[in-house]
């Protein structure tokens, strides 16, 4: 039988002071926004619905925007007429 020293959790790792780290102010990134700050700010789409309001006929024709339609919203649509349906959302 060979018995195998294991390191314990204490021998793992070493706490250091903050003034032992040697780190400029740059590389100290800031914190990250929060998710609602994130969900806050407008979506592409939403930006694009906004420039193409704003172009009007000048906006061009081969680019079209389609609404997220989600999977939940056809829940009471027979499933029969649901691809239908979905083809009268898409631009043409």
Do not use: C, H
């Amino acid at each position: 039988m060979v018995l195998t020293m294991r390191p314990t959790l204490s021998r793992l790792y070493r706490i250091l002071p903050r003034e032992a780290l040697n780190v400029n102010e740059r590389k100290i990134l800031s914190r990250p926004t929060s998710q609602r700050e994130e969900y806050r700010k407008p979506t592409t789409i939403d930006i694009l619905l906004e420039q193409k309001e704003k172009a009007g006929d000048a906006w061009p024709s081969n680019i079209r925007i389609e609404p997220a339609v989600r999977k939940s919203e056809f829940k009471g649509v027979r499933p029969e007429l649901r691809k239908p349906l979905k083809n009268l959302l898409k631009e043409t």
